[in-house]
C-alpha cells in the first residue's frame, strides 16, 4: 500500500493541462511550477517534495531520487516509463504512476494515418502536384484490405491500432512476450515464427527496455517472408536505422512510417542537432519514408485524456485532507 504523502508539496516539471494541477489543488495540493528550473536547481529542492508529475523534461534517475528524501508519488503524463528508474523508486516506496490509458486511441490514430499514406504515397505525390506535376502510374498505391498486419507490443496501443483497422478488412495478428490468451474480435494472437511468415506489414508498440532497445535489426527484418512495411510509435531506439536503411536498399523494407527517430534527445522535444549521422540524412532524403515529431499521442483530446488519467490514479492512491 502507498505510504502517506510527507508534505502536500508537489512539484510539476512539465507544462500540461491545466485540470491536472486545478484538480490535484482542489484535493488539498500545493502545486509548484518552475520553467526555468535546470537539473542542479532540481537536486536541490526534490528533497522537498512528497510528488512530482513529469512528462519528458527531465530524467529521474538513481542520483536525483536518491535526493528526493520525501517523495511518495511519481506521476508520468505519458505512457513510456524508461525516463524513471522505477525499480528504485518502488525499492524507496515512492509509488509510480503513468498514463497510457490517456493517449492509446491518439496512438492507433496516428499509425493508421501514417500507414495510408506512406502505402498510398500521399506526400511524394502532394509535393508533385504543388508543383504542377500529374503522376498517376508512378504513385499507384498498395490497399490494407486483404493484408496481413503484424503488431508487436499488445498493450494499450497495440490493441488500440487492431481496433482502427478493424474496419479495413485486413487480418490482424499480434505477438507480445510478456501476453497470452488476448485474442479477440479485433485481433489473433500469434508467435514470432507467424509474425516472420505471415507479415505484409510490421507495427511496433513495445516500451523501450534492454530487450527492445535496437531490437529492429537488419537480421530480425530479414527473416520476414515478405516484403514488408514497418511503421514505429513506438521509442525511436527500438529500430537501428542503419540496418532499416540497408533492408530499404534490398527490398525487403518496401517503406516506412516513423513517427519516433533513434536520433531525438533525451527529452523527445529535439533532434540531437549536433550529432546527427549520415543515416538519419539518407533517412530524410527518401520518398517512401514518412516522418512525424513524436507526435502520435500528441492531440488536443489526450493532453485532456492524459491529465484526468494519471490525476485520478494519483489521487485514488494520495488524497490529503482538503484545506478548510
Not at 505510504?3 to 485540470?19: E, F, S, W
Not at 491529465?307 to 490514479?313: F, G
Request: hydrophobic letters at 40%.
Amino acid at each position: 500500500m502507498p505510504r502517506p504523502t510527507a508534505n502536500n508539496k508537489v512539484l510539476l516539471l512539465d507544462t500540461n493541462h491545466p485540470l491536472l494541477e486545478a484538480r490535484l489543488k482542489d484535493a488539498g495540493f500545493n502545486c509548484y511550477y518552475f520553467h526555468d528550473i535546470t537539473l542542479d536547481s532540481l537536486k536541490d529542492i526534490i528533497g522537498d517534495y512528497s510528488g512530482v508529475i513529469v512528462r519528458s523534461r527531465f530524467h529521474l534517475d538513481r542520483e536525483l531520487l536518491e535526493r528526493a528524501r520525501n517523495l511518495s508519488f511519481i506521476g508520468r503524463v505519458g505512457a513510456g516509463m524508461e525516463g524513471i528508474d522505477v525499480v528504485y523508486a518502488e525499492s524507496r516506496g515512492i509509488s509510480c504512476f503513468n498514463a497510457p490509458e490517456g493517449n492509446r486511441g491518439a496512438v492507433g490514430e496516428h499509425a493508421l494515418g501514417m500507414l495510408l499514406a506512406l502505402m498510398n504515397r500521399m506526400l511524394p505525390a502532394d509535393g508533385e502536384v504543388r508543383q504542377g506535376i500529374w503522376k498517376r502510374e508512378e504513385n499507384r498505391g498498395s490497399e490494407i484490405n486483404g493484408k496481413t498486419v503484424a503488431i508487436i507490443g499488445y498493450g494499450n496501443t497495440g490493441s488500440a491500432f487492431a481496433r482502427v483497422l478493424s474496419g479495413l478488412q485486413c487480418r490482424v495478428i499480434a505477438y507480445d512476450k510478456y501476453r497470452e490468451g488476448f485474442s479477440d474480435e479485433f485481433v489473433s494472437e500469434a508467435t514470432m515464427d507467424e509474425v516472420f511468415s505471415e507479415a505484409d506489414i510490421l507495427s511496433l508498440h513495445v516500451p523501450l527496455t534492454n530487450e527492445t532497445t535496437f531490437m529492429i535489426t537488419e537480421d530480425y527484418l530479414q527473416r520476414f517472408s515478405r516484403p514488408l512495411w514497418l511503421v514505429n510509435t513506438s521509442r525511436g531506439k527500438v529500430v537501428d536505422t542503419e540496418s532499416l536503411l540497408r533492408c530499404m536498399d534490398s527490398g525487403k523494407v518496401r517503406g516506412v512510417a516513423l513517427d519516433v527517430l533513434e536520433f531525438e534527445n533525451l527529452s523527445f522535444e529535439s533532434l540531437e542537432h549536433d550529432n546527427l549521422p549520415d543515416a538519419y540524412r539518407k533517412l530524410v532524403a527518401r520518398d517512401d519514408v514518412i516522418l512525424t515529431p513524436h507526435i502520435a499521442g500528441w492531440t488536443h483530446e489526450s493532453k485532456i485524456k492524459l491529465a484526468e488519467v494519471v490525476v485520478e490514479k494519483i489521487l485514488s492512491a494520495f488524497s490529503p485532507p482538503v484545506k478548510k
